[in-house]
């Protein structure tokens, strides 16, 4: 399942994103990532959440790129539960324009490995594409 947290910037998306994973990985039989561009903001992340800075892979610079990172954590790491994508739109070359195809590709990844993606988006609902599909659980 890919769920969407979308709004604002500034409207607290980072925290709720935290506090889902801090819950999630308390309940959780395998492991719990969190994807970020720095570690900004990440002082409160439960010490047993894996916390990727992408600062440190600076080569991944497109969606197909980011896309075959995510590839290749699911198939190094099978026990992968879910995975938190903070500020997607900061990632790589995603836009608003190009997440469609990232949600997508990101669809046939949890859909393969059964691994729940939670992706904060700064951008309103209505300014997001198609993401009233019902394939992707929008939270907020």
Request: no cysteine; glycine share 6%; net charge negative.
């Given at each position: 399942?890919?769920?969407?947290?979308?709004?604002?910037?500034?409207?607290?998306?980072?925290?709720?994103?935290?506090?889902?994973?801090?819950?999630?990985?308390?309940?959780?039989?395998?492991?719990?990532?969190?994807?970020?561009?720095?570690?900004?903001?990440?002082?409160?992340?439960?010490f047993?959440?894996?916390?990727?800075?992408?600062?440190?892979?600076?080569?991944?610079?497109?969606?197909?790129?980011?896309i075959?990172?995510?590839?290749?954590?699911?198939?190094?790491?099978?026990?992968?539960?879910?995975v938190?994508?903070?500020?997607?739109?900061?990632?790589?070359?995603?836009?608003?324009?190009?997440?469609?195809?990232?949600?997508?590709?990101?669809?046939?990844?949890?859909?393969?490995?059964?691994?729940?993606?939670?992706?904060?988006?700064?951008?309103?609902?209505?300014?997001?594409?198609?993401?009233?599909?019902?394939?992707?659980?929008?939270i907020?």
């Open positions: 399942m890919v769920n969407l947290i979308t709004g604002p910037r500034g409207s607290r998306k980072t925290q709720q994103m935290i506090d889902l994973a801090n819950e999630k990985v308390k309940t959780s039989n395998g492991n719990v990532v969190f994807i970020k561009k720095s570690h900004k903001d990440t002082y409160t992340v439960d047993n959440i894996r916390v990727i800075r992408m600062a440190d892979y600076p080569d991944i610079l497109t969606l197909e790129e980011f075959g990172f995510l590839y290749g954590m699911a198939a190094g790491n099978h026990d992968i539960e879910a938190f994508i903070d500020s997607v739109l900061k990632q790589a070359n995603i836009t608003l324009e190009s997440l469609p195809v990232f949600l997508q590709k990101l669809n046939k990844i949890s859909t393969e490995n059964n691994i729940d993606f939670f992706l904060s988006i700064s951008a309103e609902k209505k300014d997001i594409p198609d993401i009233d599909s019902g394939v992707y659980n929008v907020s």
